[in-house]
């Protein structure tokens, strides 16, 4: 405990002169870097690594890790983008440590033997750790763009080798989140808002349908009746009355209204 945070302290305040990170390159021929403290020699290769996942070794005595996510303390990732975390590593054995590589895993948090996603591996070349001595090693990473939103459990370790027989020291095993890229225009917030524009319309498309029937319910006004009267007659009666008495009194009353 008392390593962890003496290494914590001297991380953040400690100048890049004294704490030299090697960063990766793609370059195999990558030289080696050499840090000013004494005792240990950096260099990195890049991914071209031997796969150890299925292989697991024993942490060599003497040997204490610790893990610092230096630009992100929340451990929250965005899936797709890259990641970097810095392990740190004290010899207080007697012989040198080789670094070899160093690797990490996504695990479901409920069962570790749920594997989600083996991230790539970063490699180093000529890397040491001398006896007495601390170095810190980053390490790049990146998880699938495809992988849900939701915390997961990241599991890193480092491997190295001491007069030629490899061990490996488990620098972190905890819970990490996954948030999902695009930042405020996530999926989840276009099927939200599409979802509540729908409900809008077909609210609005069912009130006007209302006010329409209400409206013509309150127009409809009955048919007026239709009165004969008196004054018409059939033009087939018409033709009989011609010429009789009937016809004559009702020539005669139409000359006396006009």
Same mark, same amino acid.
């Given at each position: 405990?008392?390593?962890?945070?003496?290494?914590?302290?001297a991380?953040?305040?400690?100048? /890049?002169?004294i704490?030299q990170?090697? =960063?990766? !390159?793609?370059?195999?021929?990558?030289?080696?870097?050499?840090?000013?403290?004494?005792? =240990?020699?950096?260099?990195?290769?890049?991914?071209?690594?031997?796969?150890? /996942?299925?292989?697991?070794?024993?942490p +060599?005595? &003497?040997?204490?890790?610790?893990?610092?996510?230096?630009?992100?303390?929340?451990?929250?990732v965005?899936?797709?983008?890259?990641?970097?975390?810095?392990?740190?590593?004290?010899?207080?054995?007697?012989?040198?440590?080789?670094?070899?590589?160093? %690797?990490?895993?996504?695990?479901?948090?409920?069962?570790? =033997?749920?594997?989600?996603?083996?991230?790539s591996a %970063? +490699?180093?070349?000529?890397?040491?750790?001398?006896?007495?001595? %601390?170095?810190?090693?980053?390490?790049?990473?990146?998880? /699938?763009k495809?992988? !849900?939103?939701?915390?997961?459990?990241?599991?890193?370790t480092?491997?190295?080798?001491?007069d030629?027989?490899?061990?490996?020291?488990?620098?972190?095993?905890?819970?990490?989140?996954?948030?999902?890229?695009g930042?405020?225009?996530?999926?989840?917030?276009?099927?939200?808002v599409?979802?509540?524009? +729908?409900l809008?319309?077909?609210?609005?498309?069912?009130?006007? &349908? %209302?006010?329409?029937?209400?409206s013509?319910?309150t127009?409809?006004?009955?048919?007026?009746?239709?009165?004969?009267?008196?004054?018409?007659?059939?033009?087939?009666?018409?033709?009989?009355?011609?010429?009789?008495?009937?016809?004559?009194?009702?020539?005669?009353?139409?000359?006396?209204?006009?």
């Amino acid at each position: 405990m008392t390593f962890r945070l003496f290494f914590l302290l001297a991380l953040f305040l400690s100048s /890049s002169s004294i704490l030299q990170v090697a =960063r990766c !390159q793609s370059d195999p021929d990558t030289e080696v870097v050499e840090g000013t403290e004494e005792g =240990r020699d950096i260099g990195i290769v890049g991914e071209d690594v031997q796969d150890f /996942s299925s292989e697991s070794f024993n942490p +060599a005595p &003497g040997v204490e890790t610790v893990c610092v996510f230096p630009k992100n303390p929340s451990k929250s990732v965005t899936a797709g983008e890259e990641s970097e975390l810095l392990v740190g590593m004290k010899n207080d054995g007697e012989s040198r440590l080789n670094i070899i590589a160093i %690797q990490a895993s996504v695990h479901l948090p409920v069962d570790h =033997r749920y594997l989600v996603q083996n991230l790539s591996a %970063q +490699a180093f070349n000529n890397a040491t750790v001398h006896p007495s001595a %601390q170095a810190t090693f980053p390490y790049i990473f990146a998880v /699938s763009k495809f992988l !849900q939103p939701g915390n997961y459990d990241l599991v890193g370790t480092i491997i190295y080798e001491i007069d030629q027989n490899p061990y490996q020291s488990t620098f972190h095993n905890g819970t990490i989140e996954v948030s999902e890229p695009g930042g405020l225009l996530s999926v989840e917030t276009v099927f939200l808002v599409s979802l509540g524009i +729908a409900l809008i319309g077909l609210s609005v498309f069912w009130i006007r &349908g %209302q006010i329409q029937n209400l409206s013509k319910k309150t127009k409809r006004v009955p048919k007026a009746k239709v009165e004969v009267g008196t004054a018409t007659t059939d033009a087939s009666m018409d033709e009989w009355l011609q010429g009789t008495a009937y016809t004559q009194s009702l020539s005669n009353k139409s000359k006396k209204k006009k």
